[in-house]
């Protein structure tokens, strides 16, 4: 019913900047809150970037001054505009969003497939 598709990720240098967008398609009615999270291979999966429908946004500490979320309400698309990226960036990113399907009063969470982002020289 409802996809999210990322895309964006791959290899940058200490330094570097990326940025991934996700879209989500489907019987999409309205998108809520939607958020950025990451998993580093070990470790849990960590909110990175959060944004509301009206545009408030909240980051994790480490990521703060170096990271941008943004939203386009009408296309249902979310960004993350990763800049001076560190090694320590590396991991899998994730979108995730709150969704309204058509026809539906309920909200469902989405997640997409995961894009992998690699800081390395």
């Known amino acids: 019913q409802v996809q999210l598709v990322e895309s964006g990720g791959g290899l940058v240098q200490p330094g570097g900047s990326l940025r991934l967008s996700c879209a989500a398609s489907?019987?999409?009615?309205?998108?809520?809150?939607m958020t950025w999270y990451r998993q580093a291979p070990g470790k849990q999966r960590d909110l990175v970037a959060v944004?509301?429908?009206?545009?408030?946004?909240n980051y994790r500490d480490s990521v703060k001054g170096r990271f941008t979320i943004s939203r386009d309400n009408a296309k249902n698309t979310v960004s993350l505009q990763m800049n001076s990226l560190k090694p320590e960036d590396t991991a899998v990113y994730y979108c995730?969003?709150?969704?309204?399907?058509?026809?539906?009063?309920?909200?469902?969470?989405?997640w997409g497939q995961g894009t992998q982002v690699t800081v390395s020289s």
């Open positions: 995730h969003a709150n969704v309204r399907v058509q026809g539906m009063d309920s909200i469902t969470d989405y």
């Open positions: 489907g019987s999409v009615a309205s998108t809520y809150t």
């Open positions: 944004i509301t429908t009206g545009g408030a946004t």
